[in-house]
C-alpha cells in the first residue's frame, strides 16, 4: 500500500514491499519447479511415444523446463555475473530451440510427406531411401540433445552453470 509522505515521495507501509518480494521469490521458486519436473517428465514421455511429432513435441518441453529453469535461476542468482549466464543462457535456448524445433518439425514434415507415415516402428530403413536427409535429422536430434558443438549445449550449459 502506497502513501503520500511529507514531501510528497510515495512511501510504502511497513511491511509492504517485504510480502511483495517474498510473494515474487516464492512465485520464482514454482517456476523453478515446473521447469525441473518438465525437464525430468519429458524425456520419459517421449521415449513412450509411437509418433514421431508427438516425441518431437514432448523434447520440446523439456527445452522450455530448461528455458523457464534459466529464467528463475536469473532472477534468484545472488551474484550479478551469475545472473547475466544464467538470462544470456534462457535467451540463447529460446533462440536454440526455435531453429532445432523448426528443423525437426520439417523434418517430421518431409517424412510423413514420402513415407505417408508417423509412426517410429514403420519408418525402418529411411537412411536408405534418403541418405542426405537421414544426416539432417540426426544433426536436428543431436541439437536437440544438447550435445557439445550444438547450440543446444551451449544453451543448456549457460543455465546450469
Known amino acids: 500500500c502506497w502513501r503520500p509522505s511529507e514531501d510528497g ?8 514491499a517485504t ?25 520419459f ?22 528455458i523457464s529453469l534459466g529464467v528463475a535461476a536469473s532472477v534468484l542468482a545472488g551474484m550479478e555475473p551469475a545472473r547475466v ?10 533462440f536454440s530451440h526455435g531453429i532445432i524445433t523448426c528443423v525437426l518439425f520439417g523434418c517430421c514434415g518431409v517424412i510423413e510427406h ?9 519408418l525402418g530403413g529411411l537412411t536408405k531411401k534418403m541418405p542426405k536427409f537421414a544426416i539432417l535429422m540426426v544433426a536436428g ?3 536437440s540433445l544438447g550435445l557439445p558443438l550444438c547450440s543446444g549445449f551451449v544453451a543448456e550449459f549457460g543455465i546450469l552453470s
Open 85 to 94: 549466464v544464467a538470462h544470456t543462457g534462457a535467451m540463447f535456448q529460446m
Open 114 to 122: 514420402h513415407t505417408h507415415t508417423r509412426i517410429i516402428d514403420d
Open 141 to 143: 536430434f543431436f541439437a
Open 9 to 16: 515521495r510515495l512511501r510504502t507501509l511497513p511491511g509492504t
Open 45 to 66: 514421455a517421449a521415449l513412450a511415444q509411437k509418433d514421431i511429432k508427438k516425441l518431437v513435441a514432448f523434447s520440446s518441453i523439456g527445452h522450455m523446463g530448461f
Open 19 to 43: 510480502d511483495a518480494l517474498d510473494s515474487v521469490t516464492y512465485f520464482i521458486y514454482i517456476i523453478a519447479l515446473f521447469g525441473l519436473v518438465s525437464i525430468l517428465y519429458s524425456p
